[in-house]
């Protein structure tokens, strides 16, 4: 397993993160969870990303592996869905982190993102300015935001944020000659979501309605003739892009995640495969703006 550093956090990531919404599904049985969350653990991941949104997530994530918590750097994501107060206000900040804590049984988090906020809340200053609080209190070590365009660069550039999460995959590559390279040099932790761009593969015929509508049509529009499977030049391609300290993969499949450890291991894609696509992408963006 490979590791990076974290901006200037202070810590190395995981090349390959977890991303943890599938496990809050309670379809997914609590032995299942457990054994995935500790396989997880024991396979060399040390970064764990979830949020408020993702069902039984927090919850599991505490129950299960709270008592290896000197073994996993823990994100989440927060700002809405707090009973009795304003979404993106101060209150809703503080008291989802707060919530946080309990539900996953720490008294730190790791890193704690703003949750696709508008650029227009950021600029009001509280969320960001409930976050700093939560640092100086010893709750919270990074401020981080997720999301994409103008708030993703504002959030890059502004020097609030020690962290942020984009979408950097080969449907989605608009931050990577600009964001990625800046947070870079700013000393920002990149946590690059939806490597494999919801996988529109996986569909002959166009997905209608479906999350992954988008990326198919970009595919389709790119027309990508690949020396290896998808799945396979996509994870590469994402967790070897300049900048990126770890990629988000979710998945409530232990063989599935066993397979994308092994896939990441294999390091870059060549050089003519990787340049390839960067410019396919180039040569038909339509304005293919960032997806939330």
């Not at 979830?50 to 918590?69: C, N």
């Not at 998808?230 to 995640?257: C, D, K, M, Y």
Request: one cysteine or more.
């Amino acid at each position: 397993m490979e590791f990076r550093d974290f901006g200037n956090a202070g810590f190395k990531v995981s090349v390959i993160g977890f991303g943890a919404g599938q496990i809050g599904d309670n379809s997914h049985s609590e032995k299942e969870v457990e054994n995935l969350l500790n396989h997880v653990l024991d396979s060399g991941i040390n970064l764990i990303d979830t949020a408020r949104s993702y069902g039984a997530s927090e919850e599991r994530i505490g129950k299960y592996i709270s008592h290896r918590r000197d073994e996993f750097y823990l994100s989440t994501k927060v700002g809405y869905g707090v009973e009795g107060v304003s979404d993106w206000s101060f209150a809703a900040v503080t008291m989802g982190v707060e919530e946080a804590l309990v539900k996953m049984r720490t008294d730190v988090i790791d890193i704690v993102h703003l949750h696709s906020c508008p650029i227009e809340t950021l600029l009001r200053g509280e969320v960001v300015e409930a976050l700093d609080n939560l640092v100086v209190q010893g709750k919270v070590k990074v401020v981080a935001y997720v999301g994409e365009s103008e708030a993703l660069k504002y959030a890059v550039a502004s020097g609030k944020f020690g962290g942020v999460q984009a979408s950097v995959n080969i449907f989605d590559q608009r931050d990577i000659d600009g964001t990625l390279p800046d947070a870079k040099k700013n000393g920002v932790g990149v946590i690059a979501k939806r490597p494999g761009g919801n996988a529109p593969w996986r569909y002959t015929e166009r997905p209608i309605g479906h999350y992954c509508e988008v990326y198919w049509k970009r595919m389709k529009r790119m027309n990508l003739q690949l020396l290896m499977g998808w799945q396979e030049t996509a994870l590469r391609f994402a967790a070897f892009t300049n900048g990126v300290s770890s990629i988000i993969t979710g998945t409530a499949s232990i063989p599935h995640l066993d397979e994308n450890i092994k896939i990441v291991s294999r390091g870059k894609l060549p050089d003519k495969c990787y340049n390839g696509i960067r410019e396919s992408f180039k040569w038909n963006d339509d304005n293919w703006r960032g997806q939330i």
